[in-house]
């Protein structure tokens, strides 16, 4: 309902702005592909292996419990102003990996959050992080 | 004034990018001493300094990996120069190495 809303307002700020956009495949930047995320295994899957597959994490919270790996998908793409002088943009989603390690530094739990809003992606991130806390 | 969306489009495709392994053969090459046996700990600080970061109470170390104009590699980052590629070592309690990943380097936010 949301990316429908903002398909017609960006539709209707286009035709007033004198700017284009179109709808991409999704383009992932910097992205962790989902049979990757599929590999690892929640028990077994260590702080170590998810060092050595995906190097440095975003974030690092709560020494180390939490790891986040941030990436951008690309959606539409546009470019605004006339010839010559067109500014070209994109409109990524938000993505994050967040993996949560047990005691003995396996992975206890770990989720995907995909949103428009990088906003919104970070309220379920605290959300998630809380479920933890309570645990 | 598609034109430009387009194009921008289609050098996006091109530049769809993962997290994970890369190869390099010439980046490789100069790691090659990363698979000696028996290395420690002190070996590849001998050759590559200080970790840029360390992880499990150093268990774990990455390194910038940066590829100079004629090139050499280094892992002190010189002026200017963004690192091309992340290292990510392991080591074994008594300090050997265990296993390491050259990956793609991806700025942190």
Redesign the interface.
């Given at each position: 309902m949301a990316r429908a809303r903002l398909a017609t307002a960006l539709l209707a700020a286009s035709l007033a702005a004198g700017c284009i956009i179109v709808p991409t495949p999704p383009i992932p930047v910097d992205g962790i592909p989902q049979q990757r995320i599929d590999a690892l295994e929640p028990g077994v899957t260590t702080r170590a292996d998810v060092l050595m597959a995906f190097g440095d994490p975003t974030l690092r919270l709560e020494d180390d419990r939490y790891f986040a790996y941030d990436w951008g998908v690309v959606r539409f793409a546009g470019a605004v102003g006339g010839a010559p002088q067109a500014y070209p943009f994109v409109i990524p989603d938000s993505h994050r990996l967040a993996i949560e390690f047990d005691a003995g530094g396996r992975i206890a739990r770990l989720h995907v959050f995909a949103r428009m809003k990088t906003k919104t992606m970070e309220q379920e991130f605290e959300a998630w992080l809380k479920e933890g806390e309570a645990r | 004034?598609?034109?430009?969306?387009?194009?921008?489009?289609l050098a996006?495709?091109a530049?769809?990018?993962?997290?994970?392994p890369v190869e390099d053969a010439e980046v490789t090459a100069q790691l090659g001493f990363l698979n000696r046996q028996g290395l420690t700990r002190a070996d590849v600080e001998a050759r590559l300094g200080e970790p840029?970061?360390r992880?499990?109470r150093d268990?774990?170390a990455?390194y910038g990996v940066y590829v100079l104009r004629d090139g050499r590699i280094t892992a002190t980052a010189p002026s200017r120069l963004p690192p091309r590629y992340?290292l990510?070592l392991?080591y074994a309690p008594d300090g050997r190495v265990l296993?390491?990943?050259l990956?793609?380097?991806?700025d942190?936010?």
């Open positions: - | 004034m598609r034109a430009p969306a387009f194009a921008l489009v996006l495709a530049c769809a990018s993962s997290r994970g840029r970061t992880y499990e268990s774990v990455s992340t990510m392991e296993r390491h990943a990956l793609r380097h991806i942190a936010k």
